[in-house]
């Protein structure tokens, strides 16, 4: 794994713009970033990443079956108990999931480190399925790379098979914030998928989905929705005044009700226990459990539900190395132990493992010049070399 600089295309901006990239730049600073690249070999990408991403996406799997039938880990996760037997009959009939990404502590010299699991509402496809290979086409048409250069990419292609399988004939409808220039672009690269997939589909902002008398979701024209893809997390959700009509609602969701339980940082503590010294694991415990405090007094405290960093605290010999505001943590906290992300060149990196439609299929990075990955940590594209 290395960081390599590289010279950036004079019309990416452009270039960006024509595939609907167009938060490519956040407050006047830029999000996407190809002055340089990471590059990886064959053998890491496959042994190091595509084949423990799997392994976690089993992991987690398991952890719902498990969840569904012992109300103490529900309870634990501050799921409110209305929704313990809707979340359950979602996995027992097998809703199926379209997405999610871990994100992975790796410097190339030992395994990778799930830090989370952003399953619910994951941002970044349209960059890594999309722009990132284009890059990549580019960067090889124009010399700067080997002909035989390759990208850990199928993430375009598995969800167009993703939403294949899902839509079965169905109208899709999509919905996002309506003022979050990210997830609208989000939304509207999935939808071009479902399209793609042969999915007739309609972009509606959340606040514009209604109910009708009998307490089912409707679009602007009030028929009923059917199938609902959601950048909004269930958390929130289950929250809204719209929320008691969720269990009784025709509407199949994506992500699945399921989600629910991996959406939640709660999920570290419960993996250690379910498989204590995994390779890809860290030692992590709900802060109010006694064994937290074996992880010292230098670890990662996080809020059970937190987006984009937002009141993740790292402490190094009880010092604050780094930490973010945010609305969060009313529901408690988990502590992680401490694992710095690597940095290359000054720069902290994260790595983003996808899965789409059931199989490990993608790879995005992230830098900051902070250890915590913000929504403004700049994207940067990679290789497989070699």
């Not at 580019?138 to 939403?163: R, V, Y």
């Not at 059917?226 to 909004?232: G, I, R, S, V």
């Not at 339980?261 to 006694?290: Q, R, V």
Request: aromatic share 10%; proline share 6%; net charge negative.
């Amino acid at each position: 794994m290395q960081r390599i600089a590289c010279e950036e295309r004079p019309d990416w901006r452009e270039r960006a713009e024509a595939v609907g990239f167009d938060f490519h730049t956040i407050d006047g600073a830029r999000y996407w970033d190809e002055r340089a690249y990471y590059s990886f070999t064959l053998k890491e990408i496959e042994n190091d990443l595509e084949d423990p991403s799997a392994e976690l996406d089993g992991m987690c799997r398991e952890l719902v079956a498990r969840a569904i039938d012992d109300d103490r880990i529900l309870k634990r996760l501050a799921i409110p108990v209305a929704f313990w037997n809707w979340i359950a009959r979602s996995w027992k009939r097998g809703d199926p999931s379209l997405y999610g990404r871990f994100d992975l502590r790796y410097d190339g010299k030992g395994p990778a480190k799930l830090l989370e699991y952003n399953a619910d509402t994951p941002t970044g496809a349209l960059e890594t399925g999309v722009f990132q290979w284009q890059w990549l086409e580019q960067a090889i048409a124009g010399k700067k790379l080997p002909a035989a250069a390759d990208q850990f990419n199928s993430l375009h292609e598995q969800l167009i098979a993703g939403w294949k399988t899902i839509g079965a004939g169905r109208k899709l409808a999509l919905t996002a914030i309506r003022e979050n220039p990210e997830d609208a672009g989000t939304v509207a690269y999935l939808e071009d998928c479902a399209q793609q997939a042969g999915l007739q589909t309609q972009l509606i902002p959340v606040d514009d989905i209604g109910k009708d008398g009998r307490g089912q979701f409707v679009d602007t024209e009030d028929r009923p929705i059917e199938l609902l893809f959601k950048l909004y997390p269930w958390e929130w959700m289950m929250r809204e005044a719209f929320g008691a009509s969720l269990p009784g609602a025709s509407t199949q969701f994506v992500e699945p009700p399921w989600k629910a339980i991996l959406s939640n940082k709660g999920i570290l503590p419960l993996l250690w226990e379910m498989f204590p010294n995994h390779p890809n694991l860290l030692p992590a415990y709900f802060e109010d459990d006694e064994k937290a405090a074996s992880l010292g007094n230098s670890y990662a405290r996080k809020p059970l539900y937190s987006r984009e960093g937002a009141n993740i605290e790292l402490l190094t010999q009880g010092k604050p190395l780094d930490q973010d505001a945010g609305p969060y943590g009313a529901e408690g906290f988990i502590r992680q132990a401490l694992a710095p992300l690597p940095q290359f060149d000054g720069n902290y990196v994260v790595l983003g493992s996808w899965i789409a439609a059931g199989k490990a299929c993608g790879l995005s990075l992230r830098e900051d010049a902070s250890p915590i990955t913000k929504n403004t940590s700049r994207f940067l594209p990679h290789a497989i070399i070699g």
